[in-house]
């Protein structure tokens, strides 16, 4: 398979503001892995929450506040960000350009999301 990213269609993120999310390659694709791009747009954020599932992203763009447990950094673009399963964590776009990452997890197993704040 050989997409191009705007082929993909963009759902909104229904917790936080400005957020929205783009499956690449879902389970029906690939049987390990699903590849998700999102964007939170210039003053967005995502509400401290937990998944079940290890994530690993790589920032494409922009910059942001990163919580994971209790640390907090700068994430930028380039940079790349391991998050365990289980561990909070949030997002507050900085600056004015919009936060843009890639997202892989497992899909071995099922993502279940829970809010910590809203």
Same mark, same amino acid.
């Given at each position: 398979m050989i997409k191009n990213v705007n082929e993909f269609a963009s759902n909104p993120i229904a917790a936080g503001? %400005? %957020?929205? !999310?783009q499956v690449l390659i879902g389970a029906d694709k690939a049987p390990n892995f699903a590849m998700r791009k999102f964007i939170l747009k210039s003053g967005g954020n995502m509400p401290l929450h937990t998944n079940t599932v290890e994530h690993e992203q790589y920032v494409l763009a922009g910059s942001a506040k990163v919580i !994971? %447990? &209790?640390e907090e950094r700068i994430a930028?673009? &380039? &940079?790349? #960000?391991? #998050?365990?399963? %289980?561990?909070?964590?949030s997002y507050e776009v @900085?600056?004015?350009?919009?936060?843009?990452? @890639?997202?892989l997890i497992p899909t071995t197993q099922e &993502?279940? #999301?829970t809010l910590l704040s809203c």
């Amino acid at each position: 398979m050989i997409k191009n990213v705007n082929e993909f269609a963009s759902n909104p993120i229904a917790a936080g503001k %400005g %957020g929205s !999310m783009q499956v690449l390659i879902g389970a029906d694709k690939a049987p390990n892995f699903a590849m998700r791009k999102f964007i939170l747009k210039s003053g967005g954020n995502m509400p401290l929450h937990t998944n079940t599932v290890e994530h690993e992203q790589y920032v494409l763009a922009g910059s942001a506040k990163v919580i !994971m %447990g &209790d640390e907090e950094r700068i994430a930028k673009k &380039d &940079d790349v #960000i391991y #998050i365990p399963a %289980g561990v909070p964590h949030s997002y507050e776009v @900085l600056g004015d350009e919009d936060y843009e990452f @890639l997202c892989l997890i497992p899909t071995t197993q099922e &993502d279940c #999301i829970t809010l910590l704040s809203c």
